[in-house]
């Protein structure tokens, strides 16, 4: 092997992480993430209604819970499996970032229906920030153990 060549590989390497176990962590919270859609979000709408827009306008969703929903669903699913399948460490850092970022609007959203006056949030409401939480910091543990 050349020179050149080794120095590719050795470059293709650093770019790549190994999650070990932490990698059935992560699927398994993503799989809880998408039960908790199942469940009650606001009044008896589950989440899956919230993030298509189909909850009973009678209980007054609002903006807030169904932005959670939609980037619950992009960061905690798309974005996970992004970086576990491709195991790039820029794709870790993103879904991590990102995570945190949604988990923040997951806790807005909750105070948001605490506060409306209707119907409060559900359990798949609180599970599903949970599960983003989770992984979030699973995301960046892998981040951090970076060389």
Request: net charge positive; hydrophobic share 55%.
């Amino acid at each position: 092997m050349s020179e050149e060549q080794d120095v590719q590989s050795r470059g293709e390497v650093l770019r790549r992480f190994d999650p070990g176990a932490k990698a059935l962590v992560i699927a398994t919270v993503m799989l809880v993430l998408v039960v908790s859609t199942l469940l009650p979000w606001v009044g008896g709408s589950p989440g899956w209604e919230v993030l298509t827009g189909q909850a009973d306008p009678s209980l007054k969703v609002g903006l807030l819970p169904r932005l959670f929903a939609i980037n619950s669903a992009i960061v905690g699913l798309g974005f996970g499996a992004l970086a576990l399948i491709t195991r790039r460490w820029g794709a870790a850092f993103l879904a991590g970032v990102a995570g945190l970022v949604v988990t923040f609007e997951g806790m807005i959203a909750i105070w948001s229906r605490q506060t409306s006056g209707q119907s409060g949030p559900g359990l798949g409401l609180v599970l599903a920030v949970i599960c983003m939480a989770v992984l979030a910091i699973q995301w960046m543990r892998i981040v951090w153990s970076r060389d």
